[in-house]
């Protein structure tokens, strides 16, 4: 991939060089904006928030109070959080057209919108005490992310917004970190009226994505191959891809493959126009402490907490010499659940084995043409999800006042 990558370079060089590129070559003014810049370029207000957790990581939040041309209004709105997947970011909400990202769709549907990132991420990269240089900084995965992240974003919001409960909307790595939150932390769950669950991932025993590769390998090899820090992050080379080469058609498919290597993707729901923005904001980074997580998970089958390798770091963390499991029957929150079946990282065989753990699980849907990004940048996912999405929020919204009404 990388070959084709470089041969695509020279081939735009030699193409900038005869001056045949230039009525090829657009690029989206997005590629180039940050994700307030993106939202305020499509005419949505926004507001960005630092929210510092428990153990003092500082996350970067962001909220689309109302939809275009809505004056804001005294009452106070419905509020949705959005929880992106593992690599991603709250980008990841907003990257397509507006009539097509659930975030402006949400928020011109009269929801307060939030939008959150998992620490180390490109919007989420810093520390009271740690310096981004330091190991100590990217000890943490899954675990930290539900323990510490979730509850100081949903705790930061309802404060904020002065409302008591709130709609969360999760994606792949956003529906694990809930499933441990909710099912772990009794009052967090009773803030959640509704649990949408896209691409639902608690275990990965039958997934077929590459990503699958790092469980063949040592503890000891991953971190000689990409160290104990960073692993993935957005750089100045996939910012040049994306706005220098991704943007011509010629390119899409190369680009595409390099983007999706991980997911998969349809070319035929993506808006492959849009490649350079997609490509321009992602991948967003985790660490390699998340990544050994993942292929813990992979390896055993199980849901559980992250293994530190040793007897005495894991009764550090967590009282006991195993790393606990998590149990998703213990949550009680009202779920619903999207998934594909062309899903090469959320497996419909996994799927199946979580579904009977769901204990409140009030609506589910297969959509059998979906992959992994479907789920968020499919442009018929406001027809196959987000309508319905918005409907179950619309019910419970109704019956909610109904019962006020009837207490009264």
């Known amino acids: 991939m990388w070959q084709l990558l470089a041969s695509a370079c020279w081939m735009l060089l030699l193409g900038a060089v005869c001056g045949c590129d230039k009525k090829r070559s657009t690029t989206n003014p997005e590629a180039n904006m940050n994700i307030s810049q993106i939202i305020s370029y ?6 960005k928030y630092d929210v510092v957790t428990k153990d003092d990581y500082v996350l970067g939040i962001y909220r689309i109070p109302h939809g275009r041309g809505c004056p804001s209004r005294t009452a106070p709105k419905p509020v949705v959080y959005l929880q992106h997947g593992l690599l991603s970011s709250a980008s990841n909400w907003i990257c397509n057209l507006p009539n097509n990202s659930l975030a402006f769709l949400l928020a011109d549907n009269g929801y307060d919108v939030w939008m ?29 992310m539900a323990k ?13 917004t002065g409302q008591e409960r709130l709609f969360y909307v999760g994606h792949s790595q956003g529906t694990t970190i809930a499933f441990i939150a909710f099912s772990t932390n009794p009052e967090l769950a009773k803030k959640i009226q509704i649990f949408f669950a896209l691409a639902p991932v608690i275990t990965v025993k039958y997934t077929q994505s590459p990503m699958k590769k790092l469980t063949t390998l040592s503890r000891q090899v991953v971190k000689v191959l990409f160290g104990d820090k960073m692993f993935y992050p ?5 910012q040049f891809i994306a706005t220098k080469i991704c943007n011509q058609k010629l390119f899409h498919r190369i680009c595409s493959n390099f983007l999706f290597t991980v997911s998969g993707f349809d070319p035929n729901n993506l808006n492959m126009s849009r490649l350079d923005v997609y490509l321009a904001q992602s991948p967003a980074g985790t660490s390699v402490q998340n990544m050994l997580h993942w292929a813990q998970v992979a390896n055993s089958g199980q849901f559980q907490a992250f293994d530190w390798g040793d007897p005495n770091q894991n009764m550090m963390h967590f009282n006991q010499l195993t790393p606990p499991l998590y149990n998703v029957t213990k949550m009680e929150l009202p779920t619903a659940v999207w998934s594909g079946g062309q899903d090469c990282v959320a497996d419909p065989k996994d799927i199946e084995n979580l579904l009977p753990k769901i204990s409140n699980l009030i609506y589910c849907k297969s959509i059998p043409h979906y992959n992994h990004v479907d789920f968020y940048l499919g442009q018929d996912a406001p027809q196959e999800i987000y309508q319905d999405l918005i409907s179950l929020m619309e019910q419970c919204l109704q019956n909610e006042n109904h ?6």
């Open 403 to 408: 019962k006020v009404k009837d207490k009264l």
């Open 234 to 238: 957005h750089t100045f080379f996939n």
């Open 148 to 160: 510490y992240d979730l509850p100081a974003t949903i705790d930061f919001i309802t404060e904020k």
């Open 116 to 144: 959150g990132n998992s620490r180390g991420n490109t919007w989420s990269r810093k520390h009271l005490k740690f310096s981004l240089k330091s190991a100590e900084y990217w000890a943490f995965s899954l675990d930290e």
């Open 42 to 47: 499509w005419g949505y207000p926004y507001e």
